[in-house]
């Protein structure tokens, strides 16, 4: 069996990864081979310019765990420990400074943080607001409805800012927060839920066969996120080398278009089924049993035939945003207080020209290159706000970016700018899908519409449809695989 992967990030690669030992597998990868992740060595410093961090927890974390183990890459992990700072302190910046966010709600209530101003009366009417009949409603209509919009604009916004770089009023609370959709559609509230949870098992988990595995497993969730000692791109590579090694050929070439073989009698499989042909942007041509596409769907609709214009319409419609990353290097500078990093929700973008700042240092001080006197963060910038703040993305002055970086810096953590030693700006077009309202209908009728348009042969996945973090991405891709070939 021939199967084509479209895309060339961590979803292709994953896909390809767990096909090979059942299919002959050809990656179309383009020039960028691992996607956003991002790893840069400036001066002797490794910098992230693309995702930094994984985190444990949960039935995608537990596939991305059980990847980097069979990668062997288990031995070169930088866990966090649960209660190190960077663990446990989590800051919203809010009325010109910043604001703990400890994990205990209890303490959070005592500290009487203005982030959190209005809690304690919405927790105790939230069981009581009546569960919505709507199939879907934004981030904010379900937080305010359900807690209130102080909640949903000074604590929910800025958290999402840091995930999805975008607007909570636009946001499917089914397709990005589907724990609190299915919370209130199944318990009728979320208190309701958090208190069947208390007292209900966990699902069990099929244990992995391989008994170090599941050892490694067990021992990374008690964490709270990691890393590995050569920065995020070690994973990207080392799942290239494996399964360029084990015999999957990776093309790099851009895909021009996909359609069904016409010619079935020169190009079939043993059943008669048609295969898919696949044509590339150098007028060569692969000819697949079934072909996965991971590729954005803005630029997967635009190499399905123009006959599929409802289709096309679909994907096209799937927007993404903008996002700069500024990593930062200072010296003689201290953080008062240590932790994971600080987020801005929306209503302080009239003071705050970023997203949020990830103190890179806190969380990783072991990591390769690291230099124990100096202060490494990462600042993010634009997302749902990026033409507003700055202008076409295309036309952006990195200088104009990293000055903005510099000033929030200063006015947040009191870094003086004449301490700057370092700096990296990367601006990266269109990379966080966004899922509005409806998403989730959405990817089902493309799902639909692509099984029944291919006979079954041409699958989707990747960051576009069911989860923008790398987690997702590998734990989607293991999903469809073992889909495809349980057929």
């Given at each position: 069996?021939?199967?084509?992967?479209?895309?060339?990030?961590?979803?292709?690669?994953?896909?390809?990864?767990?096909?090979?030992?059942?299919?002959?597998?050809?990656?179309?990868?383009?020039?960028?081979?691992?996607?956003w992740v991002q790893t840069k060595l400036t001066n002797g410093r490794l910098l992230e310019a693309g995702p930094r961090s994984l985190r444990p927890s949960g039935e995608s974390a537990r596939s991305m765990l059980e990847l980097v183990y069979a990668l062997g890459l288990d031995k070169q992990v930088l866990p966090v420990p649960a209660k190190s700072p960077a663990a446990l302190n989590r800051f919203i910046y809010s009325g010109g400074s910043l604001h703990n966010l400890p994990a205990n709600p209890l303490k959070m209530i005592i500290e009487n943080s203005p982030v959190i101003k209005g809690l304690v009366s919405s927790v105790l009417k939230e069981p009581f607001q009546p569960k919505s009949s709507n199939l879907d409603e934004s981030i904010h209509e379900f937080v305010s409805r359900r807690l209130g919009a102080h909640i949903a604009d000074n604590l929910v916004s800025a958290v999402i800012h840091g995930?999805?770089?975008?607007?909570?009023?636009?946001?499917?609370?089914?397709?990005?927060?589907?724990?609190?959709?299915?919370?209130?559609?199944?318990?009728?509230?979320?208190?309701?839920?958090?208190?069947?949870?208390?007292?209900?098992?966990?699902?069990?988990?099929?244990?992995?066969?391989?008994?170090e595995c599941q050892a490694f497993v067990d021992k990374m969730v008690k964490g709270k996120i990691y890393s590995f000692s050569n920065g995020m791109q070690q994973l990207t590579d080392t799942l290239r080398d494996n399964i360029v090694?084990?015999?999957?050929?990776?093309?790099?070439?851009?895909?021009h278009s996909v359609a069904n073989d016409v010619n079935q009698h020169k190009n079939s499989k043993m059943d008669g089924s048609s295969q898919i042909k696949v044509s590339l942007d150098d007028g060569s041509t692969l000819y697949a049993d079934h072909v996965i596409s991971t590729i954005p769907s803005i630029n997967f609709a635009e190499v399905i035939p123009t006959a599929f214009s409802a289709l096309s319409n679909d994907l096209k419609s799937i927007e993404s945003v903008?996002?700069?990353?500024?990593?930062?290097?200072?010296?003689?500078?201290?953080?008062?207080?240590?932790?994971?990093?600080?987020?801005?929700?929306?209503?302080?973008?009239?003071?705050?020209?970023?997203?949020?700042?990830?103190?890179?240092?806190?969380?990783?001080?072991?990591?390769?290159?690291?230099?124990?006197?100096?202060?490494?963060?990462?600042v993010m910038l634009g997302g749902y706000v990026f033409l507003e703040k700055f202008g076409p993305v295309q036309q952006v002055s990195k200088e104009k970016l990293l000055q903005v970086s510099v000033d929030a810096v200063e006015k947040a953590l009191k870094f003086k700018p004449e301490n700057l030693i370092d700096s990296l700006v990367s601006v990266h077009e269109k990379c966080i899908p966004q899922y509005y309202v409806g998403h989730y209908d959405k990817v089902k009728r493309i799902e639909k519409e692509l099984s029944k348009s291919f006979n079954g042969n041409l699958s989707i996945t990747g960051a576009s449809y069911n989860g923008v973090s790398l987690n997702d991405c590998v734990h989607n891709s293991k999903t469809l695989v073992s889909k495809i070939f349980a057929k």
């Open positions: 069996m021939k199967v084509v992967v479209l895309g060339g990030g961590i979803s292709g690669l994953a896909a390809a990864f767990y096909a090979k030992s059942h299919a002959q597998v050809t990656v179309i990868a383009g020039q960028n081979v691992g996607g995930v999805y770089a975008g607007d909570i009023k636009k946001l499917s609370i089914r397709s990005t927060l589907n724990v609190l959709w299915n919370a209130e559609q199944n318990h009728g509230s979320l208190s309701k839920y958090a208190l069947s949870s208390m007292f209900s098992k966990s699902p069990l988990v099929e244990p992995n066969p391989d008994k090694k084990d015999g999957v050929q990776i093309i790099h070439r851009n895909c903008d996002v700069a990353v500024v990593n930062l290097v200072y010296q003689n500078s201290k953080l008062e207080h240590e932790g994971f990093g600080f987020l801005v929700p929306k209503p302080e973008f009239k003071n705050m020209d970023i997203l949020g700042v990830v103190y890179d240092s806190c969380s990783f001080p072991k990591q390769s290159t690291s230099k124990p006197n100096e202060v490494k963060l990462t």
